[in-house]
């Protein structure tokens, strides 16, 4: 649930800071997951004016900018800063926005510094809107109306002072969902007047001529609906732009904003029926096997008699309580508007949206259950909104079923909240929270009636009414009570460290590879050649000439194991061991690693030869393996990052360092180096891999909102291949992130799949080939459309590695 600070002012008077209120929020039961103050993280960026913008000398599409950023020389006259640009749309007079060097790029999650790009120096940076998260356009640099002040902060002047919070709810606070509930809860928390002026209702000029049936009250309590003719709609107030555009909604016509907008003030989803659309009168029914609804998204969905629909009397026009259809949704076209507020079954909205694969802002609502005293009140107000924003002459009100909820009433004794919560709140504390929850408490007894709120329907006993007066009280004054574990307290059985063994381990099994267990130590040069052989690390007493030292790794132990079994005629082997190594006498210096080799035919791929074909192990291979062990022991696999190179014992063309900045390195992978080798006594090529579990960041505590496992689009994918001429030291990785940069939600995967360099390329350049996928989500994508993607990502990747396509 997200909303603004401002739009919570609009229901609670208060002059508290925006840090206590949200620390309240958490503290109250609402928690806080996210504040976003674009005022606060854009401070840097000012406002400025390009004076000329010159061909760069070496770049055909990049150009040298003098820019009027506002700051005066000793002298005091205008001290214009050279900007190196690659913006199309880059021109003298330009009014953009400039981060000086030393400002961080929120879209680009850099620190911006002084740098020469194609041998001209560059002092700053004119920034597009993706580059300040302000939007996902990115093509050019923004353009700012010609009066914009020059040197001015940007965000102060585009109003973008109002912090965004993000609240992550509890399945059962509903009326939560809406600011107006937020609102209330912070009011009885003492952070300020809660604002709840009643709602008028509004006399109907005229009979509604649309009648309403409801077939089966079990699904749908009450439905009420109401005319309005005469409606001008087309773009809301830029009042209601800005509060749909705050929490991440486009705005689209004024009838369906005003609509999403009471979804997320009140927690009240209503839906608006084209009245020129609607044939007959409406019918609230279950769907007949067969029948189908293309909704608002665009699809169209497969309906059954376990589906709850509003049907007229051309057929199903929407599904109840999650998403209209788009054959009688309202556009600039429509003069009269139907507009309906309904309750519904929250069992039924749940199991539809589930089979319909459906997560709809009204969904999300109806299914935790609506206030049902508020269906009448919500109509009305939406119905004011509309005359007010887009004029029109209301018809009464059309109410079929249940106006009110059943009403609460619980016996409460006020020592269960001692008995529950083991603190003394006096009485009057009680009332005056309930009270200001919109609880109504009568009586003066050791028991009580306390009448619970419609808007209340997670709240059904006395343990629920604690609940209500200790989050707001306080929890944080629950003395903290010993729980009695008798004599022999209950531990966790597993250190973090043990189930990072035994995931490990898991992980290399399920990729074909054997568990060996080899010794702890190993000969003097062998420990030697593995960064060991210290002193410290010698045993006194060896039980054998060749195990003289504590092994510094666990890879010479698996190549002696790997060569034992070549020469018995295994020679396509695949071990791994997950045990301790020592670097040193102290106790931090003994660690867990997890190591592994592939040698021969023992591929990932599959294990020997086979008559379909066979795939030698390579170092891509060992990579792989050493990945799977650190996606499985819990490390950040998005911050690995590799590096080429590894220590003396790997090849240094085909190795690499896996880590987390230089300061935190995890494990190395690669092709064993000859002089290893035959230090080893080992035939090759072996390709291997060590990590140290030890080193694996431990994960963060701190909850976050589930994401789906797996999210499928209905549409075909498009995959398009580029070849790209670039210096040969450009690296593949920098042409992928370039492409994989041009649209991240399109654009699902980039591969390299060929690099040639011969006959055809200039020496000293390579052709790099990718393939590009592109996943729409929304809809299927013309060729225009794909034309367009394709040419930004030739520009992208020419703009950042300097490649041509071939």
């Known amino acids: 649930m997200k909303f603004t600070l401002s739009w919570l002012k609009d229901h609670l008077e208060t002059d508290e800071p925006l840090e206590k209120l949200a620390d309240k929020l958490t503290m109250i039961g609402l928690e806080v997951e996210n504040i976003e103050d674009k005022a606060k993280l854009l401070s840097p960026f000012t406002i400025a004016r390009v004076i000329s913008a010159e061909q760069h000398p070496n770049a055909d599409r990049l150009r040298v900018c003098m820019v009027e950023t506002g700051q005066k020389n000793e002298q005091g006259l205008a001290a214009p800063v050279q900007v190196v640009c690659g913006a199309p749309n880059a021109r003298a007079g330009l009014v953009s926005v400039f981060s000086a060097p030393g400002t961080f790029i929120p879209g680009?999650?850099?620190?911006?510094?002084?740098?020469?790009?194609r041998g001209v120096e560059s002092r700053g940076m004119l920034c597009s809107a993706?580059?300040?998260?302000?939007?996902?356009?990115?093509?050019?640099?923004?353009?700012?109306?010609?009066?914009?002040?020059?040197?001015?902060?940007?965000?102060?002047?585009?109003g973008l002072g109002d912090p965004v919070l993000e609240i992550n709810l509890t399945p059962n606070r509903q009326d939560c969902t809406g600011v107006h509930g937020i609102a209330r809860d912070l009011s009885a928390a003492d952070m300020g007047r809660f604002k709840d002026p009643a709602i008028r209702a509004i006399k109907g000029e005229f009979p509604c001529p649309v009648k309403v049936t409801v077939e089966d009250a079990t699904l749908c309590p009450g439905f009420a609906l109401r005319l309005v003719r005469g409606v001008k709609n087309g773009p809301s107030p830029e009042w209601l732009q800005k509060r749909l555009t705050s929490i991440g909604l486009r705005p689209i016509n004024a009838l369906v904003d005003i609509t999403n907008f009471m979804t997320y003030d009140r927690a009240?989803?209503?839906?608006?029926?084209?009245?020129?659309?609607?044939?007959?009168?409406?019918?609230?029914?279950r769907a007949r096997d067969g029948e189908t609804l293309l909704a608002l998204d665009g699809r169209t969905y497969a309906l059954d008699s376990g589906t709850c629909v509003i049907a007229d009397d051309h057929g199903v026009e929407s599904l109840a309580g999650i998403m209209g259809g788009e054959a009688s949704g309202c556009s600039e076209a429509t003069t009269d508007v139907l507009i309906e507020s309904a309750l519904w079954n929250e069992i039924n909205i749940a199991q539809t949206g589930r089979k319909l694969g459906i997560n709809s802002d009204a969904r999300y609502r109806f299914e935790r259950g609506v206030d049902p005293a508020f269906m009448v009140p919500g109509l009305e107000m939406a119905t004011r909104l509309v005359m007010e924003i887009c004029g029109g002459t209301p018809s009464e009100n059309v109410v079929v079923g249940k106006v009110f909820g059943d009403d609460r009433v619980i016996d409460f004794p006020v020592t269960e909240v001692k008995r529950l919560a083991g603190i003394d709140v006096p009485v009057a504390e009680m009332k005056r929270i309930l009270g200001h929850l919109g609880f109504m408490m009568v009586g003066s007894g050791a028991v009580v009636k306390i009448a619970v709120p419609s808007w209340r329907s997670d709240v059904h006993g006395k343990a629920d009414i604690v609940e209500e007066i200790v989050r707001i009280f306080g929890i944080d004054k629950v003395p903290m009570t010993p729980f009695e574990r008798g004599d022999a307290p209950r531990k966790p059985i597993l250190k973090p460290i043990q189930l990072r063994t035994r995931r490990a381990k898991r992980a290399l099994a399920a990729r074909g590879m054997v568990e060996a267990v080899t010794w702890s130590f190993i000969s003097r040069p062998h420990a030697e050649l593995f960064g060991g052989g210290k002193s410290e690390l010698a045993l006194a007493n060896p039980i054998a000439s060749d195990l003289s030292d504590m092994r510094?790794?666990?890879?010479?132990?698996?190549?002696?194991?790997?060569?034992?079994?070549?020469?018995?005629?295994?020679?396509?082997?695949?071990?791994?061991?997950?045990?301790?190594?020592?670097?040193?006498?102290?106790?931090?210096?003994?660690?867990?690693?997890?190591?592994?080799l592939r040698h021969g035919f023992a591929s990932s791929q599959g294990l020997g030869r086979h008559w379909s074909g066979s795939a030698v192990a390579d170092a891509l291979d060992a990579k792989a393996d050493a990945f799977a062990v650190l996606s499985a022991a819990g490390a950040p696999t998005q911050a690995l990052q590799v590096v080429p190179g590894g220590p003396d014992w790997l090849h240094p063309g085909r190795s690499g360092t896996i880590q987390i900045g230089p300061q935190n390195v995890l494990g190395y992978f690669?092709?064993?180096?000859?002089?290893?080798?035959e230090a080893l006594g080992a035939d090759g090529p072996l390709v291997a891999f060590e990590v140290i579990l030890d080193r694996i960041p431990d994960a963060k505590q701190k909850p976050t909102r589930a994401k789906p496992a797996l999210e499928l689009s209905a549409f075909q994918p498009v995959s398009r291949d580029f070849a790209f001429i670039v210096d040969r030291a450009v690296k593949a990785g920098d042409i992928v992130r370039a492409a994989q940069g041009v649209d991240k939600k399109l654009i699902t995967s980039v591969g390299v799949f060929d690099v040639y360099e011969g006959n055809g390329i200039d020496d000293g350049k390579k052709s790099v080939a990718i393939a590009v996928t592109m996943q729409p989500r929304e809809r299927t994508m013309t060729d225009q459309e794909i034309d367009a993607v394709a040419a930004k990502i030739i520009a992208e990747v020419n703009k950042k590695t300097g490649g041509v396509l071939r």
């Open 552 to 596: 510094p790794g666990l890879l010479p132990g698996l190549v002696a194991a790997a060569q034992a079994n070549s020469d018995r005629g295994f020679a396509d082997v695949a071990l791994f061991e997950v045990g301790q190594v020592f670097r040193g006498d102290r106790p931090e210096d003994q660690l867990i690693a997890a190591s592994g």
């Open 670 to 677: 690669g092709e064993l180096h000859p002089r290893a080798l």
């Open 130 to 158: 993706a580059e300040l998260q302000i939007s996902e356009d990115h093509d050019g640099i923004m353009e700012l109306p010609a009066d914009a002040p020059i040197g001015a902060a940007y965000a102060q002047w585009a």
């Open 108 to 117: 680009k999650n850099i620190t911006l510094g002084i740098g020469t790009i």
């Open 268 to 285: 009240r989803p209503l839906h608006v029926f084209d009245a020129a659309k609607v044939k007959g009168d409406l019918i609230v029914r």
